[in-house]
């Protein structure tokens, strides 16, 4: 294992669309990589390019320290779900991932084991084009798992499953990176990453806008906040606004107060006789920290 | 590569529309032709009721015409005839423009000259030098072989044990020996003469050819006549006379001592078109089956671009050169076994739904039949990887269909239905895929025989093998001008 992926200074036109500028990241084995960022931002070409679809036209994508066209049976080194629905429709699972098995010299039990992972056994030999978009999915994860490779890339693995299929590839992201692989997963959607990516790459326009680690980022977006929750938010309001402190409503009955530790808060509230249920450190969303990181760069909201 | 082949294997079998399309592929090779063959009755009514002349086979096998005046002696063992052709003349009956006269004149293959041959029966072996209307001097045997031997008016056959040696003479001194052939045992000697009909191919009114064969007959003058190791005495036949035959076509000989004169009409040559039914009518299906072999050829690579699974193709063969060529040995493998086993079906099958109604079968070698089967089966396959090729190219299904069919099945219809001039027929099956159909022709046209040799009669511009060669010229083109698009294109 302990293979990365470095994408280095990628640039990619398509006639006059630039789809990356200057893509620059590195994906580390052990941890979810979350590649987030807006439709358009260069995820997808991205992800193309490191597993030799496209072309860049400058720029280099290596996994493992050499290209992906270099390597012999490259789905034992990079599993990649690009295109979900990519299927012969009058093809079952089984045969579509034994044509991919056989590309690789893998058997026929390795398919059927990759069916078991994935909890595709009982449609298995049913033909792919009836499947739901998030049976496609599984296959889709099921072949990118074929080769049991060290790095695995998802384009938008969430798109089209429900709440329990959700949970189930996350605990799948979670547990393969566990095993030292390197994961790295697409989305559009902050909240789909939430308690799986460990590190967090964030694309606009076709380059990295943010590259931080989750717990650091996560950290810097609740620094020094304070989640208080009373009945009385008026008066709790104007008591911490006489002490110093920037407050925001966050609920009915929930304010987050910043620029004031929690000790004093709790001081100038007793002090002004305000009374309250509870007082916290504020732990910042995922989607709260991605707002912060982003901020400045409305561009691409 | 052996990866990369299992892999396109797989896709083959596992979608059942390209294992129908072949499936259909064979039934229509099979079907369409077998019912051409079912349908084809030859009805020779006569005095003695439906009964065809019997086609007379050659000593190679072949189907021949051989209808000859032989003045002849018979020849026991070792021999020579020696003569001097003095005069060529003859008569063409209703020759273009007019078509309305009977005229002097003498065909370019009219034939007067000296012949060793087995006996008087049709088809039996002979050597003969002889003196053409246009051709020159000539030395010929067993129907299919031909010498070309300058212009010399003194003509010599000498049998030295089972050797004969035919010989030329511009002055019936210094000879120059121009062939050698065996002919064996008792046989007969002597000088004959024949001349095929006077052959013109005009367009029909309504499209198509229409050949026509006019009677003509040659008159030889012979002097200087020496024959030795002869017996018995001179008898005039007309080999393969037919009863009732006009009189201008009747043969004679009239002897005078040091001149002898004769008349003849026929020919010593390959039957052509009058040689029978050939064995590839049993093929016709061929070119509907074909349309099925390219629909599966292009969609085979068509559909991984429309459903967008080429790029789990190419991520999963990133080198990308072996792609198309392991597609290509999958499509031409399944092809070619499927043809095979509809062209092995057909021919025999066909040949005897064809005897069975009266038609004679123009004889051919085994090898012949295998090469037509084979070959059917090879230029199916070769066909389908030129549209598995134009598929990746195109990436568009309708279109690579299209063009395929726009490049191998038109130009042989158009060709083989004369609906365009024969020339211009023939530069089609030269230059186009359709080149490939030669593979199918079993009776070669010879040069020998002024015959109908057009494409709308079943005579390809070129040979078989060269045919063929052809198409695969095209195909390894397309497939080469593909992999190297697949090379660069992004996926």
């Not at chain 1, 302990?2 to 200074?9: A, I, L, P, R, S």
Request: charged content about 15%.
């Amino acid at each position: 294992m302990d293979v990365t992926v470095e994408v280095n200074g990628l640039r990619k036109r398509f006639g006059a669309t630039r789809a990356l500028d200057d893509m620059t990241f590195t994906v580390r084995p052990g941890v979810v990589t979350g590649f987030v960022g807006p439709n358009g931002a260069g995820k997808s070409t991205t992800m193309r390019i490191v597993v030799g679809l496209d072309r860049p036209d400058a720029g280099s994508a290596l996994v493992g320290g050499v290209a992906y066209r270099t390597l012999k049976r490259p789905l034992t080194h990079v599993g990649a779900l690009l295109d979900a629905a990519a299927l012969q429709p009058g093809r079952t699972a089984r045969n579509h991932l034994l044509w991919l098995a056989h590309s690789q010299g893998i058997g026929a039990r390795r398919v059927d084991e990759v069916i078991g992972l994935v909890g595709l056994e009982p449609a298995a030999r049913r033909r792919a084009g009836g499947y739901s978009l998030g049976m496609r999915q599984r296959l889709g994860i099921a072949a990118a798992l074929l080769g049991d490779p060290p790095v695995l890339l998802f384009d938008e693995p969430f798109n089209g499953l429900d709440p329990e299929g959700i949970g189930w590839i996350r605990g799948l992201l979670r547990s393969l990176a566990a095993g030292g692989r390197a994961v790295l997963v697409s989305s559009h959607l902050m909240g789909e990453l939430q308690d799986v990516a460990g590190h967090l790459i964030v694309a606009g326009r076709g380059r990295v806008v943010a590259d931080r680690d989750v717990a650091g980022l996560i950290a810097a977006a609740s620094d020094g906040r304070v989640t208080l929750r009373t009945t009385a938010r008026e008066d709790a309001m104007e008591a911490l606004a006489r002490a110093g402190a920037t407050v925001t409503v966050t609920g009915s009955d929930t304010l987050t107060v910043s620029g004031l530790p929690g000790a004093a808060t709790v001081a100038a509230l007793t002090a002004a006789g305000v009374p309250f249920a509870e007082v916290g450190a504020h732990r910042a969303t995922l989607e709260e920290a991605y707002m912060e990181l982003t901020r400045e760069s409305v561009e691409f909201r | 590569m052996i990866p990369l082949l299992r892999s396109e294997w797989t896709k083959f079998r596992t979608v059942r529309g390209w294992i129908a399309g072949s499936i259909v592929a064979i039934l229509l090779t099979a079907g369409v032709g077998l019912l051409g063959a079912a349908g084809t009755v030859r009805s020779c009514e006569g005095p003695q009721g439906n009964v065809c002349p019997e086609i007379p086979i050659g000593p190679g096998g072949q189907a021949v015409s051989d209808r000859f005046s032989f003045y002849h002696r018979a020849l026991p063992g070792d021999g020579a005839i020696t003569v001097k052709v003095t005069g060529v003349s003859g008569v063409i009956t209703y020759p273009p423009p007019g078509h309305d006269q009977i005229v002097p004149g003498v065909v370019p293959w009219a034939k007067v000259g000296v012949m060793v041959k087995r006996d008087l029966t049709q088809g039996s072996a002979y050597t003969a030098v002889m003196v053409t209307g246009d051709h020159g001097t000539r030395v010929q045997d067993d129907f299919v072989n031909d010498l070309a031997a300058g212009r010399d008016p003194w003509l010599r056959l000498t049998r030295t044990g089972d050797v004969l040696t035919g010989a030329t003479s511009p002055d019936g001194t210094s000879w120059r020996t121009v062939s050698s052939t065996r002919l064996a045992g008792p046989a007969v000697i002597g000088l004959f003469a024949t001349s095929p009909c006077d052959v013109t191919l005009g367009q029909g009114s309504l499209g198509g050819v229409v050949g026509a064969c006019r009677l003509t007959n040659v008159t030889g003058k012979f002097e200087h006549i020496g024959v030795e190791g002869a017996a018995g005495p001179w008898t005039h036949d007309d080999v393969g006379a037919e009863p009732g035959a006009p009189s201008l076509s009747v043969g004679s000989a009239r002897d005078w001592g040091s001149t002898i004169q004769l008349t003849g009409s026929g020919d010593i040559a390959p039957a052509g078109i009058d040689g029978g039914a050939v064995i590839e009518r049993t093929l016709s299906g061929a070119t509907i089956g074909l349309i099925a072999v390219i629909v599966v050829g292009v969609l085979f690579v068509t559909a991984e671009y429309r459903r967008g699974l080429i790029g789990a193709t190419l991520a999963a063969s990133p080198g990308r050169t072996g792609v198309l060529p392991a597609k290509a040995v999958v499509v031409a493998a399944v092809t070619f076994a499927g043809g095979l086993v509809a062209a092995a079906v057909a021919v025999p099958i066909g040949l005897r739904l064809m005897r069975d109604r009266n038609n004679a079968i123009a004889p051919v070698t085994t090898l012949t039949e295998v090469r037509v089967i084979v070959g059917t089966a090879a230029l199916l396959a070769v066909t389908a990887v030129l549209a598995l090729a134009l598929g990746a190219l195109f990436r568009r299904s309708a279109a690579a269909v299209i063009t395929t069919i726009m490049l191998v099945l038109l130009p042989q219809l158009l060709a083989t239905a004369s609906v365009i001039p024969a020339p211009a027929a023939e530069w089609l099956l030269r230059l186009t895929p359709a080149a490939g159909f030669a593979i199918q022709q079993s009776i070669p046209a010879y040069p020998q025989v002024e015959d109908y040799s057009i494409p709308a009669l079943g005579y390809y511009p070129l040979p078989p093998w060269g045919g063929f060669a052809v198409t695969c010229l095209y195909a390894a083109a397309a497939l080469a001008a593909a992999v190297v698009t697949l090379r660069r294109r992004d996926a």
